[in-house]
């Protein structure tokens, strides 16, 4: 195994960062920079570009390859920038993974196939094929809820012998899956949590760390979260889980790009340019965010007490 790869022990809050428009739903570079420094500033433990919350999907490669060009640049060395993997066809992963590779990107967090369900021996054949061609640790997203393909404990032994996947960003929406995954593979790879309404538990039963979602809006909470969960301080971290709670349910969403642009712009730290066919949130949709953000900043709790 190589030194790169074997050094990637990928752990704490990793945003899914959102990506930046301006209205005319053009790239916005310098709303991306202020924002990517913004997590950093607050803590956060390393960052993926263009994800599903980065609306990866109306991207092409080429601006793909802009955003985490960008990324790597803002970071600096200070964080670990993964390039999410999200293509429909093998043959393009293996060109966007050298590509981003290229760029100084420090690794890759890979999409089940998107739009055709693979099945299992689909799936891993996928990866194998796409870590082979990006010679850098690959952190491997898991969620069958949205894109129908499920690799389980088992699938993650098999593929074990497979040098570049280090990371499983978990998404089952299933909380016994950690632990069986612990109870399968041991400390082989590292484990995500990526339902952001089941942080306190991923984290209580083992989990590494958070690839998550309102941690964009909200990044010094999603941070005291995580640091006091490996405190052990539980009492703490429950109470600020509640706090968060509401905020964190709407990760969980078809609409989770809406909602959480519009996040972001309430608090001021982005705004709710998307690309079509999403449109902002508009009606009753609308002012529900609003009503639960409004409520998250009239009690959001102090940090500064807690560290």
Known sequence: MSTTISAAKWQGIFPAVTTKFHANEELDHAEMEKHFEFQIQNGVHGMVTC?????????????????????????????PVLANVSETRTANAIRYVQQARDLGVQGFMVMPSVLYAADAREAKDNLRTIAAAAKLPIMVYNNPVTYKVDLTPEDFQELADCEELVAIKESTDNIRRITDLRNA???????????????????????????????????????????????????????????????????????????????????????????????????????????????????????????
């Open 51 to 79: 994800g599903s919350l980065g609306e990866a999907s109306t991207l092409s490669l080429e601006e793909k390859l802009e955003v985490a060009k960008l990324a790597v640049k803002v970071a600096n060395g200070r964080v």
């Open 185 to 307: 593979v041991g400390d082989r790879y590292q484990l995500f949590m990526g339902v952001d309404d089941l942080s306190f538990e991923g984290l209580a039963v083992g989990a590494d760390g958070l690839l998550a979602g309102l941690v964009v809006a909200f990044p010094a909470e999603t941070v005291a979260l995580y640091k006091l969960m490996k405190a052990k301080r539980y009492d703490e971290a429950l109470k600020l889980y509640q706090w968060f709670m509401p905020l964190l349910h709407l990760d969980v969403s078809t609409k989770l790009v809406q909602n959480l642009k519009l996040v972001e712009a309430l608090v001021g730290v982005g705004n709710e340019n998307v690309r079509r066919p999403r449109q902002p949130l508009v009606g009753a949709e609308r002012e529900k965010i609003v009503a639960i953000v409004r409520q998250a900043m009239a009690t959001r709790p102090g940090l500064g007490r807690l560290f």
